[in-house]
T-cell receptor, first 117, second 110 residues
Framework: DAGITQSPRHKVTETGTPVTLRCHQTENHRYMYWYRQDPGHGLRLIHYSYGVKDTDKGEVSDGYSVSRSKTEDFLLTLESATSSQTSVYFC????????????????FGDGTRLSIL | KQEVTQIPAALSVPEGENLVLNCSFTDSAIYNLQWFRQDPGKGLTSLLLIQSSQREQTSGRLNASLDKSSGRSTLYIAASQPGDSATYLCAVNSNYQLIWGAGTKLIIKP
């Protein structure tokens, strides 16, 4: 299994509080991604990173910010959590952008289940 | 805008049967198509990746086909086993994005 660790695995918090999720990889892959997964929607991209300090927005980036100060760490922050951000959050990594070259698909962490009350 | 659909949303079959999962997409301009498996409470595991120039890929009891012109891919599972029970998702790499279907939940009954 690819070395991807997400923390925390579960979190319950209140509306309006800041929340930071961490993704740590040991594979030295260039690309890292944050997705959310909700019933009936499949996975939706929040933000992704293509290098240290290089990030770009995904389909559902509003209300989220990211940072990548080291190759191995990619942080997702909800500045002021809302109930609509209750979801399961997945981090993924890949050697090429979205696995588009070669046969290098994305590898996923086990997810963080976030509940905002 | 690329859209990916997986039908049915859920499927239950007896052990030992061969089965086909479907994935359809609206825009044929794709780099590749990927099939993933997701177990409850876990992340996604890549099963097969088909490049746009390929027609199919095989791994063990799994065979994935791709027909770009009709916007379809199928995942064929031979001789299904209870351990195959999981949610199967397809994702289309298109226009510098990965667009996901909502998945098919597969239950294999012993």
């Amino acid at each position: 299994d690819a070395g991807i660790t997400q923390s925390p695995r579960h979190k319950v918090t209140e509306t309006g509080t800041p929340v930071t999720l961490r993704c740590h990889q040991t594979e030295n892959h260039r690309y890292m991604y944050w997705y959310r997964q909700d019933p009936g929607h499949g996975l939706r991209l929040i933000h992704y990173s293509y290098g240290v300090k290089d990030t770009d927005k995904g389909e559902v980036s509003d209300g989220y910010s990211v940072s990548r100060s080291k190759t191995e760490d990619f942080l997702l922050t909800l500045e002021s959590a809302t109930s609509s951000q209750t979801s399961v959050y997945f981090c993924a990594i890949s050697e090429s952008r979205f696995g588009e070259t070669g046969n290098q698909p994305q590898h996923f962490g086990d997810g963080t289940r976030l509940s905002i009350l | 805008k690329q859209e990916v659909t997986q039908i049915p949303a859920a499927l239950s079959v007896p052990e030992g049967e061969n089965l086909v999962l479907n994935c359809s997409f609206t825009d044929s301009a794709i780099y590749n198509l990927q099939w993933f498996r997701q177990d409850p409470g876990k992340g996604l595991t890549s099963l097969l990746l088909i490049q746009s120039s390929q027609r199919e890929q095989t791994s063990g009891r799994l065979n994935a086909s791709l027909d770009k012109s009709s916007g379809r891919s199928t995942l064929y599972i031979a001789a299904s086993q209870p351990g195959d029970s999981a949610t199967y998702l397809c994702a289309v790499n298109s226009n510098y994005q990965l667009i996901w279907g909502a998945g098919t939940k597969l239950i294999i009954k012993p």
